[in-house]
């Protein structure tokens, strides 16, 4: 039996902020072969490097169109000011967007979700913004990247 899944979805305004992290740029399948989950991993292994962290128990990872079929991708988390960069890390302003937030749960198709919030914006009467920024997820930075059933939540940025 198919059960339709459901996702909660909102709309929130997040003001610009500065992010410290790791990038990686690369194909949707390098990101899906775990391009992304290394980067993921060397973040959190390496937190502590970072300074004025905002939310330390919170990974951001933004993704940002390239060309055709590929992609950067920043593990990183936001930090109230630069005043050091760790060796190898790199830093992003993400500017004051509006998105269309919406909760994956555990047990829930990731495809699916990414369906429903298009689908969802779409019903709205919204448009995808048109800036770099394509999509960013927020996971609790005790998630395991190589996880198969991750919980997270996905911010797609829509024209206000």
Known sequence: MHVEQRNELTIVTIESFHAVGLKWEGTFAEAGAGGIRVIQTELKNRLQEIQNVVHPDTLLGLSYHVQEGRFTHYAVVEVKRIEHMPEGMT????PTLTYAKC???RGQNVDASYQNIYAWIE????QLHKG?????????MNHDP???????????????
Do not use: C, L, R
């Open 91 to 94: 830093s992003i302003v993400v």
């Open 103 to 105: 909760e994956h749960k």
């Open 123 to 126: 019903n709205q009467g919204y």
């Open 132 to 140: 770099d920024v394509t999509h960013f997820e927020e996971y609790p």
């Open 146 to 160: 190589y996880i198969k059933d991750p919980e997270f939540t996905i911010m797609m940025p829509i024209e206000a």
